[in-house]
C-alpha cells in the first residue's frame, strides 16, 4: 500500500439503549470478522463502550499490525489487527486494514465482510467503500463492484483511484470510452498516480493485449514516454501488432515526437514485418530491442487503505 493509516486514540462511546454483554459482543465480533454471518446479513451495530486503557492498547497493537503488514507478512498483521477490534470494536479504520489483509491473503469473503463493518460503524469512510467494490470486482461481481465505486467517488471524488478503480471495470465490461474518461479523471487528480504501488489498472479476464494498449494510450496522453513504451511492448508480446492503430491515435501525439517512441516505432515495424513472414528471431525473443518489459503480477482494481 502506498500508505498505512494511524489510528487516533477515541473517547467511550455512549451505550445502546440495550447493552449486550461483553461475551455476547465478542462471539458476534468474531462471526463477522470471520465470515460465519454472510455478508450484507449482519446485525445492526452497536458502539459499545471501550475503556480509555483499552483504546490505547488497541492503537498500539493495530501499529504492531501495520509493522508486519509493511514487511508483507500477512498472516501476523491480521492477528493483530482482529486483537486490536477485539480491543475496541468501534474503531471503521482497524476494519478496514482487516479487510485490506484479508485481501491481500485472497479470503475474499472474509474481506467483504470486514469492510461492510467498517461501513457499518462509519457509513461516510469513502475507502471501505471503494475496497468493497474492489472485492466484489475480485469475485466477478462487476454489478456490486461498480455499484461500490460510483458510491465511493459520490463521497470523496478528489481521490484519484477510486476513478481508476471505475475505469478499470468500465474496461472489464468493454466500455472503452467510459474506461479512458475515468482514467483521465485520475490523472488530472494525480499525475503520478499510476506510479503508486496501489494503483493497477489489470485485472479481470479481458485480453492482456487490449488492456496494455489502452494503458499505452493513458501513458502516452500524460507524457510518460518510458511507461507508454512499456506498455506497448508488452502489448506486443501478447499478441498486438496495429501499428496504423498506434498512428492514427490522437492519444499518442503527446510523444509522437520524442526521440526515444520514433526509435520505438522504427522497431516495432520492423518486428511486425518480421511476425508477418515468420522470422525465427522473433519467435524466440518477443521483446522490442532495446527495451524491458514492466515487471509484475495481474491485480485488481486498487484496495486503498485511507486516512482516519
Known sequence: MAATHRTKPQGACRCSPRRESPLFLQTILLLLITGLIPAGCSPKIARVTVSHEDLIKSNEVSKEGDVSFARRDFYAALIKYLEASRLNPNNEFVFNRIGITYAQLTYYNEAATAFERSIGLNPKYSY????????????????????????????????????????????????????????????????????????????????????????????????????????????????????????????????????????????FEVLIRLKSIGSPAEKTSGAVPGQQAPSGGIQNPAIKTGQP
Open 128 to 267: 471501505s467503500v471503494n475496497n468493497l467494490g474492489s472485492v466484489y470486482f475480485a469475485l466477478k461481481n462487476l454489478k456490486k463492484a461498480e455499484k461500490y465505486f460510483r458510491k465511493a467517488i459520490g463521497m470523496n471524488g478528489d481521490e484519484p483511484s477510486f476513478h481508476m478503480n471505475l475505469g478499470t471495470l468500465y474496461f472489464e465490461r468493454k466500455k472503452y470510452d467510459k474506461a479512458m474518461a475515468e482514467w483521465h479523471k485520475g490523472l488530472a487528480l494525480d499525475p503520478g498516480v499510476l506510479s503508486k504501488e496501489n494503483v493497477s489498472l489489470i485485472g479481470g479476464s479481458s485480453p492482456s493485449k487490449e488492456k496494455n494498449y489502452f494503458i499505452a494510450r493513458l501513458h502516452a496522453s500524460s507524457g510518460n514516454v518510458p511507461r507508454a513504451i512499456e506498455s506497448l511492448e508488452q502489448a506486443y508480446k501478447e499478441g498486438f501488432s496495429d501499428i496504423g492503430a498506434i498512428e492514427k491515435e490522437p492519444d499518442f501525439d503527446a510523444i509522437r515526437k520524442d526521440e526515444r517512441f520514433v526509435k520505438f516505432m522504427k522497431e
